[in-house]
């Protein structure tokens, strides 16, 4: 919706101006001065609209500063309220307005923005609800369980290339933590692991059992459904090797998380797969950089996503 809001605005940029500069030169010289003056002034207040969306866009100027971001933010709400007033006030001194016209493309344009504002306001997101027990099957005895209780793909809890492109520092900080080296990367961890898969297995003939650790310690190739394959289960498999195995706590695992189902421990969270503006995952420079500039011209629903109110609580 955002990205074609974008383009959208984009498409108008040349029409607009364009229109203006050859409508201003025709029309300036004649004597009806009120409408001159009011056609002028729509005009300024039209290029106020562009120039506001291009700067909040941040592909020009990067504009970080909160105070004149919202600055800009609302000048692109309330200028458009002008640019209505100014051309009725243009039309008014010229020739007669067909006013059933106007009106009627005005309720059709309040219906469509009624609409959308009703389809802006729905989340298909469960937060702050426990995942379905039908995870259960696969996660038992991790406590851990995903929204939906179905797997989330390998590449979006791996994605951490992703997070350092705008978040360097924080991302060489994760490089050298204890969570980056959770899993089977941590050579303390991988002993222990592998001998309870031996015990495990002996005991059970299977190494279900020691999923128990994995909702912590384990949770891309845990969550991507990995433990189903068939070498997993054996327990001779160098896990050592796979780069599932030693991704450790990634970025995207913390923030994707959703619920706290319970402060007993043991990995007792709901994680979800986070919804991402378009093309985040792709390897073509240019959809990449549309991406980016979606992510810099409107962070609130990647703050949205990756930053919830769960986060900054003691349970979490």
């Known amino acids: 919706m955002f990205l074609i809001h974008l383009l959208l605005g984009l498409a108008i940029v040349a029409p607009v101006v364009l229109f203006g500069l050859f409508h201003i030169r025709n029309a300036y010289g004649r004597p009806n001065r009120r409408a001159v003056r009011a056609g002028l002034a729509l005009f300024v207040s039209s290029l106020l609209v562009l120039a506001t969306g291009i700067l909040l866009t941040r592909a020009l100027a990067d504009i970080r500063e909160p105070f004149l971001r919202r600055g800009l933010y609302w000048a692109h709400v309330i200028t458009p309220l002008a640019v209505v007033w100014l051309f009725v006030l243009h039309r008014l001194a010229g020739r007669r307005i067909r006013w059933s016209v106007g009106l009627t493309w005005a309720a059709v344009a309040g219906v469509f923005a009624l609409a959308m504002t009703l389809l802006h306001g729905q989340d298909p997101r469960r937060w702050n609800v426990a995942g379905p027990a039908s995870g259960e099957q696969y996660f038992f005895p991790s406590l851990a369980r995903t929204s939906t209780g179905n797997f989330i793909p390998a590449r979006t809890l791996l994605n951490d290339q992703y997070c350092q492109a705008c978040h360097a520092d924080i991302h060489e900080s994760w490089l050298h933590s204890v969570h980056r080296f959770s899993s089977f990367n941590n050579p303390a961890y991988d002993a222990t692991v592998r001998e309870t898969r031996r015990v495990i297995f002996e005991r059970d003939g299977n190494v279900q059992a020691s999923r128990f650790c994995a909702g912590c310690h384990d949770p891309v190739p845990f969550f991507a459904g990995e433990f189903e394959d068939p070498r997993f289960d054996d327990p001779g498999y160098e896990l050592a090797t796979d780069p599932l195995a030693t991704a450790g706590i990634t970025c995207t695992v913390c923030h994707a998380i959703t619920n706290i189902n319970s402060a007993r421990g043991n990995a007792d969270y709901t994680i979800e ?39 900054r609580t003691a349970e979490f």
């Open 273 to 311: 797969e986070p919804i991402h503006y378009p093309w985040a995952f792709s390897d073509h420079p240019i959809l990449r950089w549309v991406n980016e500039q979606l992510v810099k011209a409107k962070p609130d629903f990647h703050k949205k996503v990756f930053l919830k109110p769960l986060h």
